[in-house]
């Protein structure tokens, strides 16, 4: 089985451990709702192999209520985006997901005096996004804001892709390495031109790739690259791109993109303020445009001349 499986909507039973009985996880996956960590009041709990945890783990997801009624003992999530509601009845197997009525395999409960739910349905009825990492032995959960989603959509190409960078929650199923930030101390960002949807992110000597999904940023390849004339120093506006071809890549993780058409840069120098910014062309070659020397951050992205 591959490793990583993505799936929308909907989380697997945690692969690599045996289906239990009311058992507290001994290898206790880690949460991940929108790119932050979630420190949740007692650990998931393994039942018939379906995992459950507090309701207030997920609580906090955007554009999404999750509240418990004592007195019908129901969990009521609403998707404050699509306006649907659903409702899980305690030790009720079946649900309401909207107008329609379904089967799950583990109902909500109450162990020690805790409302605990199947995290698989609940964030499926929220509209948010699951992926289960393996390897990392970690759980995405990724539910953009209704401002990030009017954000991609916005006219203003560098209102776009600041959201695309900083607003789209995050899954990262590869393994992140450490950069060296001697070999490079600026930010680098590289974006089809003209485009909002995918950007390579150049940092010390590590270089990602990212693809944005359904208003979800998904980083799906990323390699070190060393420090000689031909990887690092092309980057740094000599000949073209260091993920282009072979060229400077020592190691890599996930599935290398083609790399065609123009491509814009923004290097960002954060400590001086400045950005320096141009085009890269389908053979590789650097023009440098200009230079903005008002930039507060590295994401303060701003319209590149003819685009």
Aim: charged share 20%.
């Amino acid at each position: 089985m591959n490793k990583r499986q993505v799936l929308s909507g909907t989380l697997a039973a945690f692969l690599s451990l045996m289906p239990l009985t009311d058992v507290f996880a001994a290898n206790t996956p880690s949460i991940i709702v929108n790119s932050k960590a979630v420190k949740t009041e007692v650990i998931p709990i393994l039942k018939n192999g379906v995992t459950l945890v507090p309701v207030k783990t997920i609580s906090e997801l955007p554009n999404t209520t999750i509240s418990w009624d004592n007195a019908s003992k129901t969990v009521t999530v609403v998707n404050k985006i699509t306006l649907q509601t659903s409702t899980f009845k305690l030790n009720s197997k079946y649900v309401m997901i909207g107008n329609e009525r379904k089967e799950i395999q583990v109902p909500v409960s109450i162990i020690n005096g805790r409302v605990f739910v199947p995290l698989r349905v609940i964030s499926e009825a929220s509209g948010a996004v699951v992926v289960w990492e393996q390897q990392k032995q970690t759980v995405y959960i990724a539910k953009p804001t209704i401002q990030t989603i009017k954000d991609l959509e916005s006219s203003d190409l560098s209102v776009r892709r600041k959201a695309a960078v900083s607003g789209t929650p995050k899954v990262d199923t590869l393994t992140s390495p450490t950069a060296d930030r001697k070999v490079n101390n600026n930010d680098v960002f590289y974006f089809p031109k003209g485009e909002s949807n995918q950007y390579f992110y150049l940092y010390g000597d590590v270089i990602e790739y990212h693809q944005i999904k359904n208003n979800i940023d998904y980083k799906t390849w990323q390699a070190k690259i060393g420090t000689s004339n031909d990887s690092i120093q092309i980057i740094n506006n000599k000949e073209g791109l260091a993920f282009k071809g072979n060229v400077g890549v020592l190691s890599e993780e996930g599935i290398r993109p083609k790399v065609t058409g123009e491509y814009v840069y923004y290097n960002m120098n954060i400590m001086g303020g400045i950005a320096r910014y141009g085009v890269v062309n389908s053979e590789g070659k650097v023009t440098e445009l200009g230079m903005n020397d008002d930039i507060t951050s590295i994401k303060d992205f701003f319209i590149i001349p003819d685009e």
